[in-house]
């Protein structure tokens, strides 16, 4: 469990740093994701899964994960496009953090036994 606890702080940590580094330098224009995506554009969405791509184990190798097994991915730009394509085609229209809130993904790799306690914990979390 406490190797759980400790995998998701670290992301979130790593989540933190990663959009401080990326939008706090000035480097690039800020953008408000909780706009519609005909409001956002493609390229900037790209471009932040770019950079994202090139930089995430530079963060992972600092983080205090070294001993969980886990695995990562950052979504391509091919399914994200079929992603904003999908989305852009419906009627209601939906924040971009709402619709690519998974554009970084991490799998824990768990002992069966510690489902159930995993479990519990976050359904305490979320009451």
């Given amino acids: 469990m ?7 702080r670290e992301i979130n940590q790593i989540h933190a ?4 580094d ?17 409001n956002v554009p493609t390229a900037h969405i790209l471009s932040y899964r770019l950079n994202l791509h090139e930089a995430i ?14 695995y990562y991915r950052v979504k391509t730009a091919e399914r994200i496009f079929d992603k904003i394509n999908r989305y852009l ?3 209601n229209q939906y924040p971009v953090n709402n619709i690519l809130n998974d554009i970084f993904g ?9 489902i159930g306690e995993i479990f519990n914990a976050f359904g305490r979390i979320q009451r």
Avoid: M, W
């Avoid at 406490?2 to 998701?8: A, G, S, V, Y």
């Avoid at 000035?26 to 706009?35: C, M, Y």
């Avoid at 991490?106 to 510690?114: D, K, V």
């Fill in 89 to 91: 085609a419906r009627q």
């Fill in 57 to 70: 184990n530079d963060y992972l190798f600092f983080a205090d994960i070294k001993d969980i097994h886990f």
């Fill in 17 to 20: 740093q990663y959009s401080t």
């Fill in 22 to 38: 990326y939008f706090e330098t000035g480097k690039v224009e800020k953008v408000n994701l909780s706009r519609t995506l005909a």
């Fill in 106 to 114: 991490a799998r824990g790799i768990l002992p069966s036994e510690c």
């Fill in 2 to 8: 406490e190797k759980t606890e400790r995998l998701i």
